[in-house]
């Protein structure tokens, strides 16, 4: 059967062995509960499955895909025919996931996002390998003093380590995007500064980095009474620009915008 792929679904499929072995073989699936999202045909979750995982749990929102996969595998996955923004990922499972994910671009940095700042200390997954843009991929490596530090490096720093597993190039998807891609792993870290709610340093950084050109005196006026003397206490140079703070900065901003 022909499957015409769907530009609203984002659907690329993967179709590099080589790539796809390298995907599985980034982390352990033997004996785990596994989180496969945006399966498409089934490419990745064949090789899932020759690694003896423990249970296989598919979200793929695609009705005519959903029939194809369940013809294919039969009971060894258990399909959810749902769209991932709208599952709520703890219900899915007692157990902790290992999750894989090949999804449209715009979705993956949505997802992650969403995962990272409602993550609590009931953790529900082990770890998260996930295809990005390249571009987006290494925004979310980056370190501070670099060009593509921001926001979201910021953000995915916070509570994870972060890998790059591999660059992924357009020839090896069916149909070929235009852009090259990346495989991030991410592990929860043991420890990471706790905030009373992550929605502050989802504000500071969203001020920070909005102006990311100025110097950050002005974020540091919009958020605080007294910019010289909060600068001054958390060892600060209000002559610096978003790049050059370092998480720790940006952690310790949040905090004292909770505690004023
Ligand atoms: N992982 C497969 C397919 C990648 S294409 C492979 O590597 O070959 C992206 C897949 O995500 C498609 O199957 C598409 O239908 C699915 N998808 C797109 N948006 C989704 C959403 N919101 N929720 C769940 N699946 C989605």
Do not use: H
Request: aromatic residues 10%.
């Amino acid at each position: 059967m022909i499957i015409k792929a769907k530009k609203s679904l984002g659907q690329n499929f993967l179709i590099d062995q080589n790539i796809i072995n390298i995907i599985v073989e980034s982390t352990e699936i033997k004996d785990k509960e596994i989180l496969e999202i945006g399966p498409g045909t089934g490419n990745l979750t064949n090789f899932i499955l020759k690694k003896k995982p423990k249970k296989v749990f598919c979200i793929e929102k695609d009705n005519q895909l959903i029939d194809i996969l369940k013809n294919k595998f039969k009971d060894r996955i258990i399909l959810i025919n749902d769209d991932i923004l709208k599952v709520s990922e703890n219900q899915i499972s007692e157990n902790k996931l290992t999750v894989f994910g090949n999804l449209p671009y715009n979705i993956s940095t949505q997802i992650l996002l969403k995962w990272i700042l409602n993550l609590n200390s009931n953790l529900w997954f082990e770890n998260l390998v996930l295809m990005f843009q390249k571009e987006v991929a290494d925004r979310i490596i980056s370190n501070y003093n670099t060009s593509n530090y921001g926001r979201l490096s910021v953000i995915s720093n916070w509570k994870l380590n972060i890998k790059k597993i591999i660059d992924v190039s357009p020839n090896s998807f069916k149909p070929k995007p235009k852009i090259e891609s990346s495989v991030l792993i991410f592990t929860p870290k043991k420890e990471y500064p706790n905030l009373n709610s992550s929605k502050s340093l989802e504000k500071v950084t969203r001020i920070f980095f909005n102006q990311k050109r100025k110097k950050i005196r002005k974020s540091f006026n919009q958020l605080f009474k007294d910019s010289n003397f909060t600068a001054k206490k958390l060892g600060i140079d209000l002559n610096l620009r978003p790049q050059n703070l370092n998480f720790n900065d940006y952690f310790n901003i949040a905090k004292e915008l909770e505690n004023s």
